[in-house]
């Protein structure tokens, strides 16, 4: 479902993938709390499972509430198809899994979220995957890594949480010369700030819980398809072999009008149909309440957090600050490149005086902020990742991903300005 280019990113955030409610005409979209949908017939039942016919199943394979926020997020990423999860974790998993087999391998940026990299170097092994880090900031290290058994090449927008910046564009080349998909976790940037497939990528992960759903209120996880990527490809042996469990279905050759959504076809009736990952429809619905007011936080989040990082610059009890929206920032120059408006996103990390123990001491004398292992919530959070979201890394792991054990995340909401400077005013004056 492409963006209408005559509608703008709001009117798609509000109105794409709504169609209306015949029986009712409710004008909201509804929350359809149903494991199960009626079949007509027999025949009918049987042509929904074979894919002759597409239509409601079971409320682990789709639901109509879902339906709406999956279309509406393929709208603003300008893919051909989307799917939802049951968290950004469980999407990035299903998303690998869909292409990889034991043998396989991921080639992933280093500068990764704790969970992510957990998963890659610690999860993925267990089933015969294998992967391997290169710097973000040097696309030729990746080049360097990549073999014959390299099947994808996975980056983040903004790394979490040193907020990185790579050049999609220059990673994008290595991942087409090598004919592997690019995969974009995209959470910290939402599609209002950036648009991943513009540039390259075949991919699209978001953390639904963050930006996106603005509250805090669920947890969820969407995959975009570009509907660029070419699976035909014999190394996808997944793509191209039969599949005994639909009848010798070739996922890369037989999907008729639905071709070039291969992916996404493939990643909800294996993945998501047998592994069970599915999104709760109220969760979907509330994600959907979050896409409408999307760019007007996303505006907020961005203007507030620059005035956040110009005054913990000046701070003198700030030994050192990373945010990508500042022009002396190291990643400045790839967020006015790709960015909107050069926006640096919603989140300030920085470093003490007085090192880890003074973090810690500082995020206990928040008031505002609330202490929370989350981001991109409306109201401010702080955290010291290095003790906590990072923890199950080793100091070595931690140090190799370019994690400080001094720093401190804050993810700024959306409240007054004036209000969360005053809080961290207040926090850093009872600095030792």
Sequence with gaps: MPQDPKQGFSTIAVHAGQTGESSTLSRGVPVYRTASYLFRDSQHASSLFSLKESGNIYTRLMNPTTDVLEKRMAALEEGVGALAFASGTNAIFSTIINMLESGDEVLSAGNLYGGTFTMFNNI??????????????????????????????????????????PDFEKIAAVANKFHVPLVVDSTFTTPYLFKPLLHGADIVVHSLTKWIGGHGAALGGVVV????????????????EPDSSYNGLRFAHDLGELQQAAFIVRLRLAPLRNLGGCISPDNSWLFIQGLETLALRMERHCSNALCVAEFLKKHPRTEWLRYPGLSSDSSYLMAKKFFRNAMGGGVVVFGLKGGPAEAERFISRLQLFSHVANVGDAKSLAIHPASTTHSQLSSEEQS??????????LSIGIEDVDDILRDLEQALAGAD
């Design 124 to 165: 993925l092994p267990q089933f015969g995957l294998k992967a391997r880090f290169f710097d973000y900031d040097d696309p030729e290290s990746a080049e360097k890594l990549i073999n014959a058994r390299t099947r994808v090449i996975h980056i983040e927008t903004v790394g979490n949480p040193m907020l990185g910046i």
């Design 400 to 409: 190799s991903s370019g994690l400080p054990p001094d720093l401190v995340r």
């Design 225 to 240: 398809d570009g509907g660029t990527f070419d699976w035909t490809d014999p190394k996808f042996r997944l793509f191209n």
